[in-house]
């Protein structure tokens, strides 16, 4: 079954206010995460990534929160632009046997 | 650097029809991937590639075909498409087990 989960297929949001996007995982020994921007008609790209010895790590606009007691991660995104529009994925880069497990996306929407 | 190039980016098929899709990389990855999206179905693993001359089957193989001849490149083979095989085909490649993927553009495939 899949080993990370996102929580909303779709989150509206303002322009300019901050976006939250929840992932949930399911293997207590996943140490390493990765979040992924989908734009349309693009394949995925690397965003941010964080390992389990790490509460929070940021970038440039974003923030990623692992919480390892729940098992939950979380990619912040501050005062979104249009440009933010996409398909967000977490991934557990050591989920599987064969490697990248994939969560199955939440797409963010802007609104004007 | 290219990084992951996808040929060709679209392509449509008639039932029955045979096509192969070439993925190739210029990172010098030990790693290479082909995946399927559909809508609501977020990436699913069709075959990975360890190496060159290595392949190994993903979590939806039935009815494709891969082969790593060179280190660069990954093809994907369709012997006799379906329309159960109407998805877009993502190739990506990464250093080792547990790394960021690089992802192609994407390739869109239609079997009428």
């Known amino acids: 079954g899949e080993s990370v989960g996102l929580h909303l297929p779709t989150l509206s949001v303002q322009e300019g206010d901050n976006s939250i996007i929840n992932c949930a995982y399911s293997?207590?020994?996943?140490?390493?995460f990765i979040w992924y921007k989908q734009e349309s008609g693009k394949g995925p790209q690397f965003i941010i990534d964080?390992?389990?010895?790490?509460d929070k790590r940021q970038g440039q606009r974003v923030t990623v929160l692992l919480n390892k007691t729940v098992k939950h991660l979380s990619l912040q995104i501050a005062a979104t632009q249009p440009g933010d529009s996409a398909v967000y994925f977490c991934?557990?880069?050591?989920?599987?046997?064969?490697?990248?497990?994939f969560g199955k996306g939440t797409h963010l929407i802007i609104q004007p | 650097n290219a990084g992951v190039t996808q040929t060709p980016k679209f392509r449509v098929l008639k039932t029955g029809q045979s096509m192969t899709l070439l993925c190739a990389q210029d990172m010098n990855h030990e790693y290479m991937y082909w995946y399927r999206q559909d809508p609501g179905m977020g990436l699913r693993l069709i075959h990975y590639s360890v190496g060159e001359g290595t392949t190994a089957k993903g979590e939806v193989p039935d009815g494709y075909n891969v082969s790593r001849l060179k280190k660069q490149n990954f093809l994907l083979g369709l012997e006799s498409a379906a329309p159960s095989q109407t998805s877009v085909y993502f190739c990506?490649?990464?250093?080792?087990?547990?790394?960021?993927?690089?992802f192609g553009p994407g390739t869109r495939l239609t079997v009428t």
């Open positions: 293997n207590s020994a996943s140490d390493y």
């Open positions: 991934a557990d880069p050591r989920g599987g046997a064969d490697g990248l497990t």
């Open positions: 964080i390992r389990s010895n790490m």
């Open positions: 990506a490649s990464s250093y080792g087990f547990g790394y960021e993927q690089y």
